[in-house]
């Protein structure tokens, strides 16, 4: 059911959480109505949380998910009379599932562009410089490189990419850097360009750093049962720099035929990844409003089982969560907040998403209207 009154889809800043429900859209977020049955089928009945587990419950959430400036954006730092060559560059990026900021593209008419650049450059993950001989004397890109520059220095770590697209002199503080030759192969400058922004755009796998825990995490999925049902699975290890163990987590999550078929409809139109993270956004909110845990006390691993189910669509996810632990007994039990593990990973994801194209938009919008 769509609301009257108005497009069925507004994906102006991407906030696609459909989640696999019925969706009410509206031009800046969206609000979805769950109802969901969870039934208890394994797990530990120690923590009190899975009390509530322990016959089935039925439930209903309201949520309104908003994706904005959350996401961490690859910044594209250009002389304007670059923009065909910046321009080009992005839309490379953006076919490669990169989520690029480039004022172009940004910034409407009456915004402050001081304020908009300046905060972009503070929120993204990386900059691009293009290097020619205009943007090397422009003042402008200057001021932008060295923001970053800064940036770099305070987070130790590498945030400026320089990007050669015609002979120049390379300023000074990035001689070192190793840099993109688009002068002869564009193509081949393309493909390092790629592989050194991959740990800040591939939303399938990463590492995640609180304080001296490091959770290294990945992500994988397929068909399985003759192609009738979409799978994914989730692996994480937590390790802490204080401790002399290891946490192993495995989650599976099995679509039945009607949650299959929904995945297939992003799947036809190349929009497979989007799936994907609708997905892992559905089963988060269900994690987090569930507390959802895990107790262990020992060497031997710990499975729970869960069944998330859209009543209205018929929609439902089977999640088996396997834990365990490795390395050396400290003589306590250990509590793992899975439910902070699905956050996590939505978390990551979304920062690293880029926006859908116009004809992206359109598509969405018939495939999921039809």
């Known amino acids: ?57 039925v439930g209903a959430v309201r949520c309104t998910v908003q994706w904005r400036s959350s996401r961490l954006a690859i910044f594209i730092s250009y002389a304007h009379s670059d923009a065909q060559f910046a321009e080009k560059l992005a839309r490379q990026l953006v076919q490669h599932n990169a989520h690029v900021w480039i004022d172009r593209w940004e910034i409407n008419v009456g915004e402050s562009l001081i304020q908009r650049i300046q905060q972009a450059i503070q929120e993204s993950s990386a900059l691009l410089i293009v290097l020619s001989k205009s943007s090397v004397q422009s003042e402008w890109c200057k001021k932008e490189l060295n923001a970053a520059l800064v940036r770099e220095l305070e987070e130790k770590r590498v945030i400026v990419l320089p990007v050669v697209a015609e002979d120049c002199e390379i300023p000074l503080f990035l001689r070192e850097k190793r840099y993109a030759d688009f002068r002869m192969d564009f193509g081949a400058a393309l493909r390092d360009l790629l592989s050194a922004i991959a740990k800040f755009t591939n939303p399938d796998q990463g590492r995640v750093t609180s304080g001296r825990v490091n959770t290294d995490w990945s992500e994988s999925w397929g068909y399985r049962d003759g192609e009738k049902h979409f799978c994914m699975e989730y692996t994480l290890v937590e390790s802490s720099l204080d401790l002399a163990f290891t946490i192993l987590t ?32 559905a089963l988060a909110e269900f994690a ?68 859908l194209t116009p004809t992206e938009r359109a598509s969405l919008a018939e495939v999921l209207t039809a």
């Open 1 to 57: 059911m769509i609301p009257e009154g108005g497009p069925a889809v507004d994906f102006a800043d991407l906030t696609t959480t459909v989640c696999c429900y019925e969706i009410f859209f509206r031009q800046h977020s969206v609000r979805c109505h769950i109802a969901w049955r969870v039934h208890k089928l394994r797990g530990n009945s120690s923590l009190e949380d899975c009390r509530t587990f322990e016959h089935g419950c």
């Open 250 to 281: 495995e989650i599976f999550v099995v679509c039945n035929e009607a949650a299959t078929k929904r995945y297939r409809k992003y799947e036809s139109i190349g929009l497979d990844w989007l799936g994907r993270m609708i997905i892992t956004e």
């Open 288 to 355: 987090v409003n569930e507390n959802m845990r895990i107790l262990l006390k020992d060497n031997f691993p710990q499975d729970s089982g869960f069944t998330l189910l859209d009543e209205k669509t018929q929609r439902a996810y089977d999640i088996h969560v396997r834990c365990k632990r490795l390395g050396e007994d400290n003589g306590k039990d250990q509590l793992v907040r899975i439910a902070n593990y699905f956050a996590m990973i939505r978390d990551h994801a979304k920062a690293r998403l880029r926006g």
